[in-house]
């Protein structure tokens, strides 16, 4: 899963993390930083998963050499062989984590045996991967200055942004020194993250999970109460660690990118994912859309192309069965949506009608149903879905 409880950001031990790394930091001269928060996030990541922390180590040092080839003078044929091979390692290997590791293995293994979860459960596995597609790509196209190896693994493994994004590429990877408003900012942005996510987001699991672990045992209007609070949780939960990892990464001078625009008041589905995870769903724009289906691709291919986009942007969390009928879910919705409007331009009469100013609050709420229903994929299982949508019709 995408959203880790591992790490408690009130417990005293991370607190006390950030608050020594910050003021050493930017105590030390400033040619030493690099190395100070090369070493606190390697710290951090190895005290989490140290066997897997080793190999994405290895991966690094591997890529960091590697992207001086590909970006070097040498034939195009033999740089697009060595990124081939490169990207075939990377894929390859969260591939193989992620079908060996299904969904809620990680949590079940920290609980039964904690002293050696770190030989099965990875730690910020999708991000690791996907900022080494980024860098070698990047590399072979040749959009990206020469850095230094600690420049380098300081921004592969930047801690704050380590389990749950947001996806922070290479070219915007810069440390500049933050005035005192500034940090006051930061403080405030992960106060509201973990507000949002420690105290409202995890209050209503709670109260509302079980409604959908047990629909039967609960009334109709309690699981559609479920469906839409859960919802909410999931969307306060996810943004809440985007907003800590922000605030964390501008008391380091970083500045990570925003990762949500309000998704929960988009008109339709293409929007709410464009708003959802912005670094994720870029990221497989400029990386699985672009490259296989172009720019000025044919409406249909076009539309499949946006249908596989969302649906990568679903079973990316795990490769289960619960995940892919969630990306067929919402990659139909896409495509549903895209067919709709290619349908307003053919008839006027049905643009005029669609789109009234007076409508759009009932998009925005259909928008936020058709996630919200998809959403109960998300917490449960199959079945648990069959039984949550039988127990509103029944």
Not at 126 to 148: A, C, K, M, Q
Not at 307 to 332: E, K, M, R, T
Request: proline share 5%.
């Amino acid at each position: 899963m995408c959203y880790p409880d591992r790490v408690n950001y009130l417990s005293p031990a991370f607190v006390a993390l950030v608050a020594v790394s910050a003021a050493v930091y930017w105590a030390v001269p400033p040619r030493a930083r690099s190395w100070v928060l090369l070493g606190v996030s390697l710290g951090f990541c190895f005290s989490q998963a140290p066997l897997f922390s080793a190999l994405y180590l290895a991966f690094g040092l591997g890529a960091f050499a590697l992207g001086r080839y590909l970006s070097s003078e040498r034939p195009r044929t033999w740089r697009r062989g060595l990124l081939i091979a490169g990207l075939a390692v990377v894929i390859g290997d969260l591939i193989v984590w992620k079908a060996a590791l299904p969904a809620g293995a990680g949590d079940v293994a920290r609980e039964t045996s904690p002293g050696l979860a770190d030989l099965v459960v990875p730690v910020g596995l999708s991000y690791l991967s996907f900022r080494l597609i980024h860098y070698l790509v990047e590399r072979y196209r040749g959009g990206l200055d020469d850095r230094g190896l600690v420049d380098f693994l300081g921004w592969l493994f930047f801690f704050p942004v380590l389990l749950a994004g947001p996806l922070l590429r290479i070219g915007e990877w810069r440390v500049e020194r933050p005035r005192l408003i500034e940090i006051n900012r930061a403080l405030l942005r992960v106060g509201v993250g973990v507000v949002k996510k420690a105290v409202i987001a995890d209050s209503l699991g709670v109260w509302l999970q079980p409604a959908l672990a047990d629909p039967a045992g609960h009334s109709q209007g309690m699981v559609l109460l479920a469906i839409y609070g859960v919802a909410l949780q999931l969307y306060l939960d996810f943004s809440g660690y985007s907003d800590v990892a922000i605030g964390l990464g501008r008391l380091f001078g970083v500045t990570v990118p925003e990762n949500f625009d309000s998704p929960l008041t988009k008109p339709n589905i293409a929007e709410f994912w464009r708003s959802w995870h912005i670094t994720l769903y870029t990221w497989i724009r400029d990386y699985v859309f672009f490259p296989l289906f172009g720019f000025r691709s044919s409406p249909w291919k076009m539309y499949l192309g946006a249908g596989l986009s969302i649906f990568i942007f679903q079973i990316w969390h795990a490769f289960s069965a619960n995940f892919i009928l969630l990306g067929l879910f919402h990659g139909g919705g896409v495509i549903g949506w895209h067919l709709l409007q290619r349908a307003k331009r053919r008839w006027r009469w049905l643009r005029r009608l669609i789109d009234r100013r007076a409508l759009r609050p009932a998009w925005i709420a259909l928008t936020v149903s058709w996630y919200a229903v998809g959403n109960v994929l998300f917490m449960t299982t199959p079945r648990d879905f069959v039984a949550v949508l039988s127990r509103l019709i029944s």
